[in-house]
């Protein structure tokens, strides 16, 4: 008898696209503000959950189609989704002990030094922001984040992704 084992890697796809079209739909402006960083949040989840198999190069990955969907410069999301993914994956043993709410501020240190990464290159081509509604969706991600993390695992669980 052979034993076969499906990874239903489709499932984290489909969750990262998911999260991509959050990311463009379309928000009143006083609501866009406080858009939270999904494909960052479902990035950081997988990267915590299977560390073996979502890493440093789907970072880059998701990050490069974030910069295409906002019009960025290409590879400025990129960068900042690959330190946030090496990070996640460094440190997944540490986070997932943690409860809920220091996973959430440890996702609003990741996020923030995100936008940071990204501010600083903004700064190198000289679109640097300096408002303090920058950072709001770091706030808000981190708001989300025990719902998300909850989401996610009962997708994880239902569709049994290994």
Not at 19 to 35: K, N, V
């Amino acid at each position: 008898m052979v034993l076969v084992t499906r990874h239903r890697g489709w499932v984290i796809a489909a969750t990262i696209i998911a999260a991509w079209a959050l990311e463009i739909m379309p928000l009143p402006s006083w609501l866009a503000l406080f858009r939270p960083e999904w494909p960052a949040m479902v990035l950081i989840y997988w990267c915590l959950a299977l560390p073996q198999r979502v890493g440093i190069g789907i970072g880059w990955s998701v990050g490069l189609v974030v910069d295409v969907l906002r019009g960025a410069l290409l590879g400025q999301h990129a960068m900042g989704y690959a330190v946030m993914a090496y990070l996640a994956v460094k440190l997944h043993r540490r986070i997932r002990i943690f409860p809920l709410w220091q996973q959430a501020l440890t996702v609003m240190v990741f996020i923030t030094l995100h936008m940071l990464l990204v501010l600083w290159v903004l700064g190198m081509i000289g679109q640097s922001r300096g408002m303090l509604t920058y950072w709001l969706p770091a706030i808000s991600s981190a708001a989300l984040w025990p719902w998300m993390f909850s989401g996610l695992r009962g997708v994880r669980r239902r569709f049994h992704v290994t």
